[in-house]
């Protein structure tokens, strides 16, 4: 995941860019949520592994916290370039195997080098247990009148909370972790660290924007009334990145999912370097893709079929079903 000097271009940087991006460690790691209040995992009681990856360094686990239904989500972090020096000063190492020239170590670098991010839901509803539970994903077809008969009806119907969005939008929640924004009710956005990412190094930045209009639900609503909303959130957006982080935009990838999870407009942005699995080809549309597509067809998106992966057990995919479309 860490830009190891075989790109390329990782040379172009300017000492300066450098600077910027490897001073991140140390920087402000977050809020302490709407009451104040600190969560201490000593007293979650796992019950069940949701899901793992050996490859992803990840584990979902299912359980419970202070009597409620929670579910936490444990992440290795990637390693901070500024740091290795101090980790390998500190560091005990046991000698596996030897042979030849390989050898293997279990290496145990200072705690404080060796963190664990981890994300908690609690409480945690069941579909919050389902969706990270590990399932078939099948691809769905969704033409314009699918979108109209199956898709609307069921994200109207649902009622899908986005309370997390308006806390941040009203500043009621992640206030301090805002990195810029633009206060316009119609142009206006949050740019925020997404949950995903530790700020602690720039190779998986990842950052969204959440608009201040409250009625695109997603791109199926975007039409070219939105143009310079979507032009608004890529320039500033990348401004305050490349400001902020040093991280110039031809380095970033600028997306919005569909299906989203979360139906109020948002903007991902990465680092390009960063393999996030949102942002394969059948989830992510790049924003620039989005804006040329309504500049060439203002009907673009009410009108396209477009593609998107969805579990097999997602309700959303019992309606396709019911409705002979699957
Ligand atoms: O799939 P979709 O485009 O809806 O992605 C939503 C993004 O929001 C994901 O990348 C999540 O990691 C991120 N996210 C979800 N929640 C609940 C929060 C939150 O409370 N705060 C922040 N900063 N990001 C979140």
């Known amino acids: 995941m860490a830009d190891t000097g075989a790109n390329p271009n990782s040379g172009n940087e300017s000492d300066e860019e450098n600077r910027k991006v490897k001073k991140l460690k140390g920087e402000p790691k977050g809020d302490r949520g709407e009451n104040g209040e600190e969560t201490n995992l000593s007293d979650f009681k796992p019950t069940s592994v949701l899901r793992d990856s050996a490859r992803d360094k990840t584990i979902f686990v299912h359980g419970e916290l202070k009597e409620q239904p929670a579910v936490v989500i444990l992440e290795k972090t990637p390693f901070g370039e500024d740091t290795l020096t101090e980790m390998f000063k500190g560091a005990k190492t046991n000698l596996e195997v030897k042979n030849d020239i390989y050898s293997t170590y279990v290496f145990q670098p200072p705690a404080h080098l060796n963190e664990i991010k981890a994300t908690v839901v609690c409480p945690a509803t069941e579909a919050h247990v389902q969706k990270y539970q590990r399932k078939e994903i099948i691809m769905v077809e969704e033409t314009e009148d699918d979108y109209k008969n199956i898709t609307l009806p069921y994200i109207t119907s649902k009622g899908l909370s986005v309370t997390w969005v308006y806390n941040i939008l009203e500043k009621k929640a992640e206030k301090e972790r805002i990195i810029f924004e633009d206060s316009d009710k119609e142009l206006g956005f949050v ?40 032009q608004n959130i890529y320039q500033k957006g990348t401004d305050a990145i490349v400001q902020r982080y040093g991280l110039p935009t031809n380095k970033l990838r600028v997306y919005v999912h569909y299906q989203p999870s979360y139906y109020h407009f948002h903007v991902h942005f990465n680092s390009l370097s960063y393999e996030v699995p949102g942002s394969r080809v059948e989830r992510a549309h790049l924003l620039q893709d989005i804006i040329q597509n309504l500049k060439s067809d203002p009907q673009y998106y009410k009108t396209r079929t477009l593609l998107f992966p969805m579990r097999t057990d997602d309700e959303l995919i019992s309606m396709y079903k019911a409705a002979g479309r699957l």
Do not use: E, G
């Open 191 to 230: 740019l925020l660290p997404d949950f995903k990412w530790d700020q602690k190094q720039v190779d998986d930045l990842y950052l969204i924007a959440i608009v201040h209009k409250r009625d695109i639900k997603s791109l199926r609503d975007l039409t070219p009334d939105h143009l310079q909303l979507l």
